[in-house]
């Protein structure tokens, strides 16, 4: 039984008053989140306050990114070892945006799973097509490659101790959700890639879906057989939003 877990990926959002009051909103509605393990995944300014707030909540936290460096002459770059003195829990590794924007390669990522890992931290590992992509038929050929690239570097017992996301890049900020049933698609699809590996960690890791998720598609796309709870952008912003998505999984 995977438990689902919905993360809150405030992306570079937000001011200390606005976190105060998000975190605010988040602890005083908690007790209608039945079943979900609940995270936010906070621009790295934040986490102390994040901490501060979130101590002795069942609320985790973590970052966006992570140095493959453990320390050093890195300008700008936040290390594994720094989140986890913050108590973060979890780390985004891959995200699209970073793919795209910071032209992080599938090697990189890959590098950076095992940087979360070797810092205690457990990493969300994004992967996604392009619309691109997926109008061209490669989206398994994509899902694939970038599964594979972490499962040679790490190996399968170590991705069995992170979490993936399923997030197609044409669904994130969009408003364009996938449908359950191509969610569910690809998110069986990516089991089974696992599975390959190991039927074990196929069966235990946990495949998060994230592309434009909102309280009023939550509850159907985490019917489906193999989605085990979301990766929240624009809807972690708001405390009842995120709330309502992280209620969806109630059972
Ligand atoms: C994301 O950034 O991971 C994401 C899923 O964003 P949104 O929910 O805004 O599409």
Redesign the pocket.
Known sequence: MRQPLVAG?W?MNGSRASVAELLNGLKAGMARVKTAEVAVCAPAVFIPAVQAELAGTPIKWGGQDVSVHASGAYTGEISGPMLADFACHYVIIG?S?RRAYHAESDELVANKFSAARAAGLVPIL?VGETLDEREAGVTEEVVGRQLDAVVAHCGIDVVGEGVIAY?PVW????GKTATPEQAQEVHAFIRARLAAASRSVADTVRVLY????NPNNAAELMLQDDIDGG?????SLKATDFLAVCSAANR
């Open positions: 990926n992306k995200h945006e994004c997030e669904a994130i900020g969009t994230g592309g434009s998720m990766l929240i952008g624009g809807a």
